[in-house]
């Protein structure tokens, strides 16, 4: 009886790992999750006052415009990542004024879509280089927005800091 129960577990795992091995992420999902980031971070940097946009926690950080400016710049270093080619020259200035910030994030964020939109699964299990290391395309694109939510965290604690709400969380 015990021999039995250990090949019935055996079994089951073997049917998990196998089922686990063929799941396919859909790029549908992908976008969803995506979208949901870019309401995170451009409703964040909306609801900063443009006149907290020169802000800095400590002299060591970047102030606030620089930190979203950051993570719009990082979607374009990313581009490659999602099949595109980053636009030259890099469409992100130093300013400081808000409408300008929120609309070079918002144009990031839109740039990153179109081309997560185009992925196919073949494109997602495709075998790339990503800062020196071969991995899957998604699992680079894992990477990347594991990037920009810690980069949000950051701007999170600056609005905070400031006694401003961040943008809504979705997702979940």
Do not use: C
Request: hydrophobic share 40%; charged share 25%; net charge positive.
């Amino acid at each position: 009886m015990k021999k039995t129960m250990i090949k019935g577990y055996l079994a089951l795992l073997f049917v998990l790992f196998f089922s686990y091995s063929k799941a396919q992420v859909k790029t549908e999902n992908l976008v969803t999750a995506w979208d949901d980031m870019t309401k995170m971070v451009v409703e964040t940097a909306k609801a900063m006052p443009e006149v907290h946009y020169t802000f800095k926690p400590t002299t060591e950080l970047r102030d606030f415009a620089e930190q979203i400016a950051h993570t719009s710049g990082a979607n374009y270093l990313f581009a490659s990542v999602v099949k595109l080619q980053a636009p030259d020259p890099n469409p992100v200035t130093e300013t400081k004024k808000k409408k300008e910030v929120v609309k070079q994030t918002e144009n990031s964020f839109a740039f990153i879509r179109l081309g997560m939109q185009k992925l196919s699964q073949e494109d997602l299990a495709e075998e790339i280089e990503f800062f020196g290391k071969k991995m899957s395309r998604l699992q680079s694109i894992l990477i990347m927005t594991s990037h920009l939510q810690r980069e949000h965290g950051k701007s999170t604690i600056y609005t905070r800091l400031k006694g401003v709400a961040p943008g809504p969380t979705g997702g979940w």
